[in-house]
């Protein structure tokens, strides 16, 4: 099946002005991420069928973030979609590039506080939970390899899941990169799901604005491509 890629504009969207360097998913920072899932929510959106991705890359206004949005139709029931995205230890096998993805123990905060560097010397595995349960509130380390001269870039992420309305938020702790913040959006439609994912980020390096667009554009439609192929898996 071939897949198409739609680039959509985001005219009209209020964005909300955010403090540089935040780390604090704030409610206004909630805000600006549901205000670009909400897009995908519009009337001329269609999701008709499970080949088409929309996908889009901008400024964040009122820093030196950017936004990076992608939604696409999943053949498969909300709980299934679900299900997949919250076993956080699988993202390496969902997320492009992501090579390493461990949930690990809340004792770790103590260790990051007070600062949103990463701190080289912390063992992580000292940290990992070998028995995970999903729950409301829970502690990812991640590692991604970004292209030249980004490379791997290393957090700690705090992820808040609501299974009421099947949302998930992120924040992070501690990162390689100044800005990583997002959100995942599922909606269901009849037996499939559409799933929104947007991310504010900023990168720890300069890098061309167009190579960023390009890169979005690139990555960002395999995580529903991925998902799209994980959902027809056994469970």
């Not at 969207?13 to 995908?40: E, M, N, Y």
């Not at 010397?121 to 030249?148: K, N, W």
């Not at 604005?209 to 529903?224: E, G, N, Q, S």
């Amino acid at each position: 099946m071939r897949t198409a890629i739609i680039f959509i504009t985001l005219v009209g969207i209020p964005l909300l002005a955010l403090s540089k360097g935040t780390s604090v998913l704030s409610h206004s920072s909630q805000d600006l991420l549901l205000s670009h899932a909400a897009v995908f929510q519009r009337p001329e959106v269609s999701f008709d069928d499970t080949s088409t991705i929309f996908v889009e890359s901008m400024k964040c206004a009122g820093s030196k973030a950017r936004i990076g949005c992608v939604a696409g139709l999943v053949n498969a029931p909300i709980d299934r979609v679900w299900e997949i995205v919250t076993d956080y230890r699988e993202y390496a096998h969902l997320i492009p590039r992501c090579t390493h993805s461990v949930v690990v123990n809340p004792e770790i905060i103590p260790t990051i506080s007070g600062s949103d560097k990463f701190p080289s010397s912390m063992g992580i595995a000292d940290y990992t939970v070998e028995c995970f349960m999903p729950r409301e509130t829970t502690l990812i380390y991640s590692e991604i390899d970004i292209i030249f001269p980004v490379g791997r870039v290393r957090s700690i992420l705090e992820v808040t899941s609501d299974s009421n309305d099947y949302t998930i938020y992120w924040r992070k702790l501690a990162s390689d990169i100044r800005i990583h913040e997002g959100a995942w959006r599922f909606i269901p439609s009849g037996d499939q799901t559409i799933v929104i994912c947007v991310m504010r980020y900023r990168l720890n390096a300069w890098l061309p604005p167009f190579i960023i667009h390009r890169a979005v554009h690139y990555y960002f439609p395999r995580i529903i491509m991925t998902l799209r192929q994980r959902v027809s898996e056994e469970p």
